[in-house]
């Protein structure tokens, strides 16, 4: 089914000089950027974003971390792209991330994981919403 996911390359990506690696992954797996944006995440922003581990004992630096420099925010277009944005991505411990997966390829730590993948459609949907106006979402054909 063409689904669209929230993919969001975090603060350590940005700072690391990863974002050109990490897009480049999904081009060339044959996935769709259909809206990409540079941006500093609000507090209220991320508050929201983040709102199912407001209990978390890491939630507070969860917070000030995603807040402290820009992230890329996107959205990505493919048949069923979720589950397989997610595969790409791999474990959120990148220490149990699998070779070959971004998270394992590029990080060592839980709070510093390089790239947020959406987890199910209705969390995709939760999200785009959250970051992105229907104006700023671009339709448009690949070449076959
Ligand atoms: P993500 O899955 O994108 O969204 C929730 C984030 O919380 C997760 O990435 C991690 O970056 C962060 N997180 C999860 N568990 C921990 C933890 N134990 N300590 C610090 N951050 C965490």
Do not use: Q, W
């Amino acid at each position: 089914m063409m689904e669209r996911s929230f993919v969001m390359l975090k603060p350590d990506a940005v700072l690391r000089r990863l974002m050109g690696t990490v897009l480049t992954r999904f081009e060339e797996r044959g996935l769709k950027l259909v809206a990409v944006k540079m941006m500093n995440i609000s507090e209220e922003l991320a508050k929201e974003h983040y709102g199912e581990h407001k209990e978390k004992p890491f939630f507070n630096d969860l917070v000030s971390y995603i807040t402290s420099a820009p992230v890329l925010a996107m959205v990505i277009e493919g048949d069923d792209c979720i589950s397989l944005i997610r595969k790409m991505v791999g474990a959120t411990n990148p220490k149990e991330a699998d070779l070959g997966t971004i998270r394992g390829d590029y990080a060592l730590d839980t709070g510093r994981n390089i790239i947020h993948a959406s987890d199910s459609p209705a969390s995709a949907k939760r999200e785009i919403a959250l970051f992105f106006n229907d104006s700023e979402i671009n339709e448009y054909a690949l070449p076959d």
